[in-house]
């Protein structure tokens, strides 16, 4: 059929190896469809057991017929979840050479103290009337209504494996908290020393879990959404000498123990602070899940590793404030965050503040009429229970929902670290006055000794002060204007650090968008937003159209500096400055400075004995004086009437140099 043309003499030679070259090509499309129609499809993943938490399983598949850009792989946990039960899942054309119908691919998987499995879906199109699953960024969840191929199921040496390890610090000074989780209840052990081969001190940890039916709403109490979270262990070690190296393990000789860690010891008359801070973090995963995650918190973890190498053997702080790990629901991404920290929160404590997404839910039991659209659902039913149990901050604070549900801890607390008293407190719950929030605010407040602590941070999640068009909570940001605002400035609180909104911003040492007159001996706090710590979801400021020299929101007179550039901060403080900078993950490098320095002494007890009215010192103190001078003179004069004879004595009685001075 092909031997001939119509385009004159025909070449016989030419057209026959034409022919034979046809004749070879539709042969190999014939064979090729033959072997797609008969090759079974294999499907395969190893290893089959996992040494520890964070091991890579390899995952190959072959002999794919008509692979298509829309296949899918589907991650599992435990093996019999259903199909649209997933925990994440990979489109198979991330994976090089995938049109061939034949890939393999690497993935990390944290113990979660049960089996994992992979599932291969043929990827489709929907076309029926029924509206396609969308995930939170509104992109489409892939179909489960072909499944091709299922793995056989991957498991970990030890499902009681000490995972999740991370510290913080308590009331009291010479003790260091740690927690972790394993799957069953065992009797578990902290065992610490001063040496690797010194652990020779040990304390019984206790525990704790939570349920399902601990969840107010959806996805949290869903089958979806929900995984079990195994027991979480809560050990202390105590008599710890100020200002030395540790090192410690946790778990038992019947579950299995942990690798060792070190941290420094903290002490409270340390002269000196370091301290890292951020908020929004979030955590990032090696695959794609129902909601929106945080691929630059490990560029954060990065950074903030090799500040905590650097500085060797002095201690250090972490303050994480708000929007820790962004499950909204998604129980496995609380392992995910856990696993992600533990290399610095197990050498370091962290510390953290509640954040929306932790803990808001419609039904909260504290929603005054102006934050109706303040508070949402941005807790995806966890109403703050995760976020209670699997953090142990100081202090016995906690709020009973009404609800049915576990009450709710570490909503505010302060802590003493070398030169810094920090105040963490809620934004989610209440904090106007007579609330017992607000009351623990102006009492800790009272109660800073600045000889010992010269500086104080306080920290809180929603901002106070942002040029970001935050309308949602502009109710809320003006209510703790008018109520906590008053407090800090007159217990001359140093520095106020937010969250909330993902970037970087500081203002002036600021009081009602005023900033302070330094001619005039105005001392107002200085306001940073340092929630930039991964979540990148909101827009950039950049500029708008047909206004290329203006910021999409514009730059108010007190707003210093600001960035969207992810990143975190660093906090060095001794007894006379206070530096605070902020560090960018693109390069790692310095991208802003504060400085502040202590004030005198006996500025701060006078701005701080009587809240708003520096009067009321002027009037105690002036009383003091004439009811000393008063008591000083009848002393005298009976001294004179009994001991005339002795005429120096009596006028010892009546100098006034111990008079007006004292009780000042």
């Known amino acids: 059929m092909c031997c001939r043309t119509k385009k004159g003499p025909v070449n016989f030679g030419m057209e026959a190896t034409k022919?034979?070259?046809?004749?070879?090509?539709?042969?190999?499309?014939?064979?090729?469809?033959?072997?797609?129609?008969?090759?079974?499809?294999?499907?395969?993943?190893?290893?089959?057991?996992l040494n520890h938490s964070g091991d890579a399983v390899s995952v190959q598949w072959n002999d794919l017929s008509f692979p298509s850009d829309l296949d899918w792989i589907g991650l599992y946990m435990p093996p019999d979840s259903d199909d649209d039960h997933y925990i994440g899942y990979e489109l198979l054309s991330m994976c090089s050479g995938w049109a061939l119908g034949s890939c393999i691919f690497n993935m990390s998987l944290?113990?979660?103290?049960?089996?994992?499995?992979?599932?291969?879906?043929?990827?489709?199109?929907?076309?029926?009337?029924?509206?396609?699953?969308?995930?939170?960024?509104?992109?489409?969840?892939?179909?489960t209504a072909h499944c091709l191929a299922v793995s056989q199921n991957i498991e970990f040496l030890n499902f009681n494996e000490p995972t999740q390890i991370h510290l913080s610090l308590t009331s009291s000074s010479g003790q260091m908290r740690v927690m972790f989780v394993i799957r069953d209840p065992l009797q578990s052990y902290v065992r610490y020393g001063p040496e690797t081969d010194r652990l020779d001190s040990t304390t019984e940890a206790s525990f704790m879990t939570y349920r399902q039916?601990?969840?107010?709403?959806?996805?949290?109490?869903?089958?979806?959404?929900?995984?079990?979270?195994?027991?979480?262990?809560?050990?202390?070690?105590?008599?710890?000498?100020?200002?030395k190296q540790y090192f410690y393990q946790v778990g038992s000789d019947e579950g299995g123990w942990s690798k060792v860690f070190s941290f420094i010891s903290a002490s409270s008359d340390l002269d000196e602070t370091f301290a890292f801070l951020f908020g929004d973090m979030g955590v990032s995963i090696p695959y794609t899940t129902f909601l929106w995650t945080q691929a630059e918190a490990k560029n954060t973890m990065k950074w903030l590793m090799r500040d905590l190498v650097e500085l060797r053997e002095k201690p250090s702080f972490i303050s994480h404030i708000g929007d820790i790990s962004y499950a909204r629901g998604y129980a496995w991404l609380w392992d995910a965050f856990f696993s992600q920290i533990e290399p610095v929160a197990s050498q370091a404590p962290y510390h953290v503040c509640i954040g929306n997404h932790e803990y808001d839910w419609p039904s909260q039991p504290w929603k005054p009429a102006w934050a109706e659209n303040v508070y949402g659902t941005d807790g995806g039913g966890e109403c703050g229970v995760p976020y209670s149990l699997r953090f142990h901050m100081p202090g016995n604070f906690s709020f009973t929902t009404g609800k049915g549900t576990l009450p709710i801890r570490n909503l505010y607390h302060s802590v003493n670290f070398g030169a810094v008293h920090f105040i963490f407190f809620s934004t989610e719950t209440d904090f106007l006055p007579g609330s017992d929030q607000y009351n623990f605010l102006k009492e800790d407040l009272q109660d800073v000794n600045r000889d010992i602590t010269p500086f104080v941070v306080v920290l809180g999640h929603r901002p106070m002060y942002t040029s970001d068009n935050a309308l949602r909570d502009a109710p809320l940001s003006s209510q703790m204007r008018h109520h906590l605002e008053p407090l800090l400035i007159d217990y001359n609180v140093d520095l106020v650090l937010w969250g909330h909104v993902h970037k970087y911003e500081r203002t002036c040492a600021i009081k009602n968008f005023v900033c302070a007159n330094s001619d005039k001996g105005e001392k107002y706090p200085v306001h940073v937003i340092i929630g930039m710590g991964g979540q990148d979801w909101q827009p950039h400021w950049k500029p708008r159209e047909k206004h290329p020299n203006d910021p999409i929101y514009p730059q108010p007179k007190w707003s210093v500096f600001r960035s969207d550039q992810l990143g975190y901060t660093r906090l060095h403080a001794n007894r006379d400055t206070l530096t605070l900078s902020y560090i960018g993950n693109h390069d790692g490098e310095v991208h802003d400075v504060l400085t502040i320095h202590s004030l005198p002494s006996a500025t701060i007890s006078q701005r701080g004995f009587h809240v708003g009215n520096d009067s009321c010192n002027w009037l105690v103190n002036t009383v003091c004086l004439v009811v000393v001078s008063i008591i000083g003179i009848l002393l005298g004069f009976i001294a004179a009437l009994y001991y005339k004879q002795s005429e120096q004595r009596c006028k010892a009685y009546l100098i006034p140099k111990n008079t007006g001075e004292t009780g000042l």
């Open 19 to 49: 022919c034979t070259g046809g004749v070879i090509l539709l042969v190999s499309i014939v064979v090729m469809l033959y072997r797609h129609k008969t090759a079974a499809l294999t499907f395969d993943v190893f290893p089959k057991i």
């Open 213 to 243: 039916f601990d969840m107010c709403d959806a996805p949290a109490n869903t089958n979806k959404g929900w995984r079990e979270p195994g027991y979480i262990f809560d050990g202390l070690m105590e008599n710890l000498e100020p200002g």
């Open 110 to 143: 944290v113990n979660m103290r049960e089996a994992y499995q992979f599932r291969l879906f043929r990827g489709e199109i929907s076309n029926t009337t029924e509206p396609t699953p969308m995930d939170e960024d509104n992109n489409p969840l892939p179909s």
